[in-house]
């Protein structure tokens, strides 16, 4: 069960409409990030996990030139793409760390699509990239966590974010398949109506930003066979199972009353082998599915 298999991860990007009005390169939000809001000139809460993968929202960066690759094509990955690479500093009481972050891809899009020749201002960037695993949460920090976005040498200024012990998302796309979510059988075949998960059955669901790990793995390789598990720092991982009808995502079990769900450990719950930042759960499915009342719609 704990092997790579063939799938594609994909990340919701939250582009925003426009674009800020300030000078130089701005770090407008995430990837996966449900909170981006922007007031005025105030920039985003954005919280990051340690090993998390994400795309950051960048605007006022130049045209990316199409000379220059902007996906990587290799492992250990790069820490710089068409041009542009991101730095990520940590202030201890010994002092700064800084971290170059490996880079999956860097692309853009207009958000202007009147102009002919987008200006920066107009062009929304999208780097999709590793948290560094080795950053660290602990009380030794006495500083905060920053990103840096550099173009030919170029940077940017310091964007504070939020550090957090995890910053979870499931993987909603398979290669080869047409289904949006990414849960597997044993064999790797992606389940879907044709080919169901059956009660008692160990499917495998793919997912990001787990956090800190039993062995540390470098930031931007590829996991070893040998994969090490996630440590849960707050509370422990489990996987909730509901069979209400019309079941919708739901987040805090506070308000579970009159919700048909249970919960379960995962029979493994760690990174990949074989992919640089992607998790796996292994999960046994319950013995019996309960019978409930067909959905509306």
Known sequence: MQRALPLIGSLVVLALPYALAQNGPTLVGTGYNADVQVSGLDLPSIVIAPGQVTTLQVVGLKAIRPDLPSKATTIPLPTSLSGVSVTINQNFASGPVSFAAPLFS?????????????????????ITLQIPFELVLNPAIIGPVDIVISQHGLSSKAFGVNITFDSIHIVTGCAASAYSTCVTHADGTVVAPRSPAHAGETVVVYAYGLGATSDLVKTGTATPITAPTVVPKNF???????????????????????????????????????FVGLYQLNVKLPGTFPAISACNG
Do not use: H, I, K, M
Not at 109 to 126: E, I, K, R
Not at 253 to 273: H, K, M, Q
């Open 236 to 274: 422990p991982v489990t996987v909730q199972f509901d069979f209400t009808p019309n079941a919708r995502p739901w987040q805090y079990r506070l308000f579970d009353f009159g919700r048909n769900v249970s919960d379960a450990a995962p029979e493994f719950a760690g990174l990949t082998p074989g």
């Open 106 to 126: 860097v692309s853009q899009v207009t958000l202007c699509p009147s102009l002919a020749s987008p200006t920066p201002d107009c062009l929304l960037t999208l």
